[in-house]
């Protein structure tokens, strides 16, 4: 597997993250290994928060939770996928699908971290990725947190905004990646926040994972993430494991799944679901003190 990483230097002076990254290799399925990176903050000896990001940003993206969440006692570990952040990139299309996505956080969490005891925090594709995580592995997990996030199983139609999304991502002859943030954002970033999210991918050699992301999620019935899906689904609704659904008020794309969890997830009901204001896609960039907030009501 042809892999690219990203040079050091284009992580200097990224505002407001001062988290050093810590690293691991992980088999990359190929025969070969990946390096993945992550962040942590709080104490080593407490009941850890799992962060996961999704398509096109990284750990940056919890900048503003890691504090609340430290702060109130948490252990919080922010992995970057593979193919954003400072994790290794591979360079092909095809190099990426659910199956890898899922199995490389997967070792990371446990097989490296050894995560017990985990509380969930996923948006866009770490909802995707987490939920799985969630379902094979329910031993690891005491809470989740959905947050503009979904689960697809290919039975039910994508909106027509996701459609648009998925061909400007994948034809664009370059593509803007702080721009994509921020046209999921309901609050303007500074500059340096854009070009945080830009550090990632010096050029588009770089940018396989965020061209391929969109046309992993299942879209027809016989997509081959859709077995697994649907075993995900039954086995989440049947679960006891507390669910917070904590979506923002702007979201196209996810916000229709919000109902859907709270209705469907027998770890959803009897719990105060939080809808957070005037906050779009990135519900993290727009509003992340407020959604760490409820996260911490919902631990406490």
């Known amino acids: 597997m042809q892999t690219l990483r990203t040079p050091d230097e284009r992580f200097a002076g990224i505002p407001e993250f001062p988290y050093p990254p810590r690293y691991s290799d992980v088999p990359d399925s190929d025969g070969g290994t990946l390096r993945m990176a992550w962040v942590q903050d709080g104490p080593a000896d407490a009941d850890p928060i799992l962060m996961l990001h999704g398509e096109p940003s990284w750990s940056f993206l919890y900048r503003k939770m890691i504090p609340v969440l430290a702060g109130a006692g948490h252990r919080v570990v922010c992995p970057d996928l593979v193919g954003f952040g400072r994790s290794d990139k591979p360079a092909r299309l095809e190099d990426h699908t659910y199956a890898r996505h899922v199995e490389w956080v997967r070792t990371l969490a446990f097989d490296v971290l050894d995560l017990q005891r985990v509380t969930l925090v996923g948006q866009d594709w770490g909802g995707l990725i987490g939920l799985r995580l969630a379902a094979e592995h ?33 034809n664009q002859p370059e593509l803007d990646i702080g721009g994509f943030v921020q046209s999921g954002c309901r609050r303007p970033m500074s500059h340096a926040v854009r070009a945080g999210y830009d550090a990632p991918f010096p050029d588009d050699s770089y940018c396989a994972a965020p061209r391929a992301m969109p046309g992993l999620i299942p879209t027809s019935p016989d997509d081959p993430a859709t077995p697994a899906q649907r075993s995900a689904w039954a086995a989440l609704c049947a679960s006891e494991t507390p669910m917070l659904v904590a979506f923002s008020d702007g979201d196209p794309i996810t916000g229709a799944m919000a109902p859907i969890f709270q209705r469907e997830m027998r770890g959803a009901q009897g719990i105060e679901h939080p809808v957070i204001h005037d906050a779009g896609h990135f519900l993290q960039e727009d509003a992340g003190e407020e959604l760490a907030g409820h996260i911490v009501d919902f631990l406490r």
Not at 144 to 158: E, F, K, W, Y
């Open 138 to 170: 329910p031993d690891r997990f005491s809470r989740i947190v959905v947050a503009n996030t979904g689960l697809p199983t290919g039975d039910i139609p994508m909106p027509k905004v996701w459609w648009r999304f998925r061909e400007a991502i994948q």
